[in-house]
């Protein structure tokens, strides 16, 4: 499969512990994207990263939230402490043109 | 980004055309119009996009109104699969920008019945 790959699927996470998620881009794909979709509403922008730099967070990512991408390949979106509002699916895309191309995501259930 | 308007949901008769409208009166010259849909339980799948021009591609047709403020998404012959959220979004061109963030609204349910 040479789609974007994210890790794990599901994780369900009792509150105030910290969870890491994994993305994997299509291989050739410079630029990467993470984005939090609740129930009910379109996914929303959280940060970007082109090669290893990261050029752009969102306000929803709060101090809580980092996300890392070493040497441009795979990235990492980790959550310390989290919180019942941090439950959400977390989808990570991927692009090398105007077209971006999204994983499955990972759901995270806070308990 | 400008916004855009959809229906929060619409029908379609398995075979038939459906036609997806979304308004996005606020565009800027630069910024292109792109389709995404998500099927339920999965990542958003990239459509199509266009600029000016009406596009097609093997999933589907985008036609832009002359004035840009408007488009519609064509899927020339529904089939059940077709059954997801179809999201309209305008962003500013990737060669302007650098990159794009693309911003979600609620989109269009669209749902497929045999």
């Known amino acids: 499969d040479t789609g974007v790959s994210q890790d794990p699927r599901h994780k369900i996470t009792k509150r105030g512990q910290n969870v890491t998620f994994r993305c994997d881009p299509i291989?050739?794909?410079?630029?990467l994207y993470w984005y939090r979709q609740t129930l009910g509403q379109g996914p929303e922008f959280l940060t970007y990263f082109q090669n290893e730099a990261q050029l752009e967070k969102s306000r929803l990512l709060s101090d809580r939230f980092s996300a890392e991408r070493p040497k441009g390949s795979f990235s990492t979106l980790e959550i310390q402490r989290t919180e019942q509002g941090d439950s959400a699916m977390y989808l990570c895309a991927s692009s090398l043109g105007r077209d971006a191309f999204f994983g499955q995501g990972t759901r995270l259930t806070v308990v | 980004d400008a916004k855009t308007t959809q229906p929060p949901s619409m029908d379609c008769a398995e075979g038939r055309a459906a036609n997806l409208p979304c308004n996005h009166s606020t565009i800027s010259g630069n910024e292109y119009v792109y389709w995404y849909r998500q099927i339920h339980s999965q990542g958003p799948q990239y459509i199509i996009h266009g600029l000016k021009n009406n596009e097609t591609n093997e999933m589907a047709s985008l036609i832009i109104t002359e004035d840009r403020k408007s488009s519609t998404l064509i899927l020339p012959h529904a089939t059940l699969r077709d059954t997801a959220v179809y999201y309209c979004i305008v962003s500013l061109s990737i060669l302007n920008s650098g990159y794009s963030t693309l911003t979600f609204g609620k989109g269009t349910m669209l749902l497929v019945s045999p």
């Open positions: 291989s050739e794909h410079n630029r």
